[in-house]
């Protein structure tokens, strides 16, 4: 079981007060993470050396986001998630500088570098929606998780809009003043970061707690993990290499940034409510229909590559990833006492965004060799082994249930 051994007071007043805070400051960081997507695979194919390169600065962001997710739960668990948080900020800063010189000095490597940092900062990004978790109650954590979440909603409007205004200003270097613009929206994060209520943990959260091979032992942490890695690898491979194959077809960068767009909307928009449906139907229930609307995308996708069939298909992936991706965090939660929260939650980021990494770098390949359509028939099978885990890990909650009525704890 993970309940927690040692009663813990919950704020749920206080909770609220820094949901809104991560809400904002999701947005921003969601807006950085929107201008690197809607770009950079169109970058990479001006910089690089080979077309079956072009997506390499996306993989390298989903290797930043890999990388740094331990490292990012170790300074939380130490010195509190604000100092963590901001740290993140000034990688997103950096990620913007060296981007705009990466294009202007036509240097692919310093590009690679530049989507790395912006990784670092992603990786920070994807905690605050743990973070708005702390100190909440059991009923109402799905709820903040998801309220995190919804903030994208802005980013999904902000990223893609600042690419739009400022991709020519520079002209003929495309994007470059994009990247400096993304530079000063994350500096506005750190500033926005800074006030947020996050103190360091106390001693008794330092130590103690089960053994992490103990925890992720549980079927319900095994589901949890997987789906997350299906959810959003298979949605970053759809995603990283869409600009790029609409390019490919012949659609113009404003139907690209359209796309995007409306994509990142998608992704963030239905948190508004993911979290009221997680408590009514609960998390298993709304990760599987996610799955499920991942598995449509594809097939919109492989129907044809008219602009709205890249539009509709990109929306629906977006829907199918808050579901199966808010969803899987919220069986995380499940999973850990508090005082195991942050190894556990680090530890599950850097099993979804390490697997994602490894497949993140076969995005260009699979586009320059097979085609978009080989790109979407990719998503199936792991559709389908989400879709099994999550089988099994209801039916071992469901005999762990049963043997517990049957044979109840006479200490109890």
């Given amino acids: 079981m993970s309940e927690p ?16 805070r991560l809400a904002a400051a999701q947005a921003l960081g969601g807006a950085n993470s929107a201008v690197i997507f809607a770009t950079g695979a169109i970058v990479g194919a001006t910089l690089a050396p080979t077309a079956s390169l072009a997506t390499v600065p996306l993989s390298m962001y989903v290797v930043g986001l890999a990388a740094a997710t331990l490292p990012v739960g170790i300074i939380s668990r130490r010195y509190g998630r604000r100092l963590a948080f901001i740290i993140g900020s000034g990688a997103g800063a950096l990620c913007g500088l060296l981007g705009a010189i990466a294009i202007l000095q036509a240097s692919f490597t310093l590009f690679c570098v530049a989507t790395l940092f912006g990784g670092f900062y992603g990786a920070v990004a994807q905690s605050y929606r743990f973070a708005a978790a702390d100190g909440a109650s059991p009923a109402y954590r799905p709820k903040a998780v998801s309220w995190v979440m919804a903030g994208g909603v802005f980013a999904g409007v902000l990223g893609p809009q600042l690419v739009q205004w400022t991709m020519d200003i520079w002209s003929p270097h495309l994007f470059s003043f994009s990247f ?6 994350a500096l506005i994060a750190m ?4 006030t947020v209520d996050a103190p360091k943990p106390a001693p008794a959260d330092m ?9 992720i032992k549980q079927p319900r942490f095994v589901a949890a993990a997987i789906c997350g890695v299906v959810s959003y690898s298979m949605m970053n491979l759809v995603m990283t290499s869409a600009p790029l194959a609409m390019k490919l077809c012949g659609l113009s960068l404003s139907d690209s940034n359209f796309g995007i767009q409306w994509h990142v909307v998608a992704m963030y928009g239905p948190s508004f409510f993911t979290g009221a449906l997680i408590t009514r139907f609960g998390a298993p229930k709304v990760v599987a229909v996610g799955l499920i609307l991942e598995a449509l995308a594809a097939i919109i996708g492989m129907s044809g590559v008219t602009a709205i069939h890249f539009w509709v298909g990109l929306v629906v992936l977006g829907v199918g990833w808050n579901f199966g991706f808010v969803g899987a965090s919220a069986l995380v939660l499940e999973t850990h006492r508090p005082q195991e929260r942050n190894k556990v939650q680090a530890f599950n980021d850097f099993l979804v965004f390490g697997l994602m990494a490894v497949g993140s770098f076969s995005s260009g390949q699979l586009l320059a060799h097979y085609g978009w359509n080989a790109v979407n028939a990719v998503v199936f099978p792991p559709v389908v082994l989400g879709l099994a885990v999550l089988m099994i890990a209801g039916f071992a909650k469901r005999r762990a249930l049963k043997q517990a009525e049957a044979f109840p704890d006479p200490a109890i």
């Fill in 207 to 215: 130590h103690g707690g089960r053994p992490l091979v103990e925890i």
């Fill in 191 to 194: 500033a926005l970061l800074s």
């Fill in 180 to 185: 400096l613009a993304q530079a000063v929206v």
């Fill in 5 to 20: 051994t040692t009663p813990e007071s919950f704020d749920d007043a206080r909770a609220r007060a820094t949901v809104w």
